[in-house]
């Protein structure tokens, strides 16, 4: 190869041994997980509604966006699944109206008791000594209620809490209809629970509301945000997500190749869930769905924040092979499965209805622990109406991603601020060719073993032209086959009660 200088001249004379210095190229993936929820109303001023800032610990969260705000409960249980994920968070302003709901309180018994709710998966205990009145039971659970934060996940409440004469009033930290599913329940304790005949909860003001995500998702520019998690998948906000991600015009376009994926939660029916999932056939958008019923002790924002903290480790780790791995099983921390058993989506038949249905699965262990089952996307066919399976696996998007990065920085790297020619005789380092372009390639693909197979055949179907009416531009088709997840093993058990001859010879 011919010497050349990006920056020493060619026509010097003075004396001097001198170095210039230039990179020759290492690629280090970027993938960064982006948490879209609310702050409190209370949270420092210089923390801005629909700016992303990186947020490295659970002690930056709660100072950040405050005491059991919702951003402060998805960064903890991402950091509980992704301990050193790149994490950036999207505070979004609510709207609409704060739920409120009442606690109250009834005629204590004389001797008093041990008393236990459980709010949003937290539970919180009292003592009642003998002769308290119902006042001094809705002060006491107010005050543990705004008190209340985990010793060891500094996980709070999605309420505070007021009382007065007999009744604790609890009201939503943020406005949106999204609070009315945070559970309270009385939970059945040995020992005896007087709170589950002393206490009646009720809901005086229903929240209303979703948030508007244009503002935040355009700020998102084109900085490198691969992995969302959205508590919000109300039509409105999937029809934005579908436009900020667009092949065409959004983030996937090729003028922008930006990239990313959200994620959503969903708790409904499983004829709503599935009737939601074949609403919609794109590859940016994975749904992870739970059933309705009530007893999800964990509140959506933290079911989503938590999966997906869970495998993005994975799915942006291509030098190793991760991002193709089936990841089924892999355990998930900080949430907890439905206190109803009917609603665990451990039976075959459902899970196998809700995936070709655009749905994402989960499963429980018999030690309940909630795990991850299978997560894809929502594009089941080509968009002419034909069953297409190529983008369903959401390891494909996470291959994706790290490999189109791959060739670009080395395509750049090895390429960039060239000429182009036909040939290159004099073996020019300022001259490139269609050539040199397509061993670069092929190069890459070799090196992403865990990501690409095949490279052989790769390199043979690989073509690298100059267009036939821009000169200046190089034409390249480059048909990638990704290796594929290993989700199924189907054996054949055939039982004989003895070996025929012929079997045994």
Same mark, same amino acid.
């Given at each position: ?88 968070? #999207?505070?979004?302003? =609510? $709207?609409? /109206? +704060?739920?409120?709901? &009442? ?6 018994? %004389?001797?008093? *008791? ?83 005949? #002393?206490?009646?909860? =009720? $809901?005086? /003001? +229903?929240?209303?509301? &979703? ?6 998702? %355009?700020?998102? *520019? ?106 089924? *099983? ?176």
């Amino acid at each position: 190869m011919g010497i050349g200088f990006n920056y020493i001249p060619g026509n010097i004379v003075a004396p001097i041994i001198t170095f210039e210095i230039n990179s020759g190229g290492q690629f280090e993936n970027v993938s960064r997980l982006l948490l879209k929820g609310h702050k409190n109303a209370d949270a420092p001023a210089i923390i801005l509604d629909n700016v992303p800032i990186r947020c490295n610990s659970v002690t930056e969260a709660i100072a950040y966006f405050g005491k059991g705000s919702m951003l402060a409960e998805m960064v903890i249980a991402a950091r509980l699944n992704a301990p050193a994920q790149d994490i950036w968070v #999207l505070p979004i302003p =609510a $709207t609409g /109206t +704060a739920e409120v709901r &009442t606690l109250t309180v009834g005629v204590v018994p %004389a001797n008093g *008791g041990y008393g236990a709710i459980e709010i949003a998966g937290h539970w919180l205990d009292h003592t009642i000594g003998a002769g308290d009145t119902a006042a001094n039971v809705a002060t006491a659970l107010a005050a543990k209620i705004n008190a209340f934060q985990d010793e060891l996940t500094k996980s709070a409440l999605p309420f505070t809490a007021t009382a007065a004469t007999n009744v604790v009033t609890l009201t939503a930290r943020h406005a949106g209809d999204i609070y009315n599913t945070v559970d309270i329940n009385i939970p059945a304790v040995a020992s005896g629970n007087v709170f589950g005949t #002393l206490l009646t909860a =009720a $809901t005086t /003001t +229903a929240g209303a509301g &979703t948030p508007n995500l244009s503002a935040g998702l %355009a700020a998102l *520019g084109d900085d490198p945000f691969d992995w969302w998690a959205s508590p919000f998948a109300d039509a409105t906000n999937m029809g934005r997500y579908a436009t900020a991600l667009s092949d065409i015009s959004g983030r996937w376009a090729w003028s922008r190749q930006s990239y990313g994926h959200v994620f959503v939660p969903k708790t409904d029916t499983t004829g709503n869930l599935t009737t939601f999932g074949l609403g919609y056939d794109t590859r940016h958008i994975s749904t992870l769905p739970r059933l309705s019923g009530g007893g999800d002790a964990t509140p959506p924002w933290v079911w989503v924040a938590a999966q997906v903290a869970r495998i993005v480790p994975w799915l942006s780790d291509g030098a190793t092979g991760n991002v193709s791995r089936n990841q089924t *099983g892999l355990v998930v921390e900080g949430v907890k499965a439905p206190r109803d058993r009917t609603r665990w989506m451990n039976d075959y038949a459902s899970r196998n209805a809700f995936l070709v249905s655009g749905l994402s699965t989960y499963g429980v262990r018999t030690d309940g622990y909630v795990t991850i089952d299978k997560i894809i996307t929502m594009q089941r066919t080509d968009g002419a109406g034909n069953v297409d399976t190529t983008f369903r696996d959401i390891q494909k998007i996470g291959q994706l991603v790290y490999a189109l990065r791959r060739f670009r920085a080395r395509l750049q790297a090895e390429h960039g601020q060239k000429a182009i020619a036909d040939d290159n005789p004099g073996n020019l380092l300022a001259l490139t060719t269609a050539k040199d372009i397509a061993a670069t390639m092929v190069a890459i693909y070799r090196e992403m073993p865990g990501v690409l197979e095949n490279p052989e055949v790769f390199a043979a179907n690989l073509q690298v032209k100059r267009n036939a009416d821009n000169p200046d531009r190089v034409d390249i088709y480059a048909p990638l086959d990704m290796i594929n997840p290993l989700d199924v093993m189907a054996a054949n058990a055939r039982i004989y009660s003895q070996y025929t001859a012929a079997m045994a010879a």
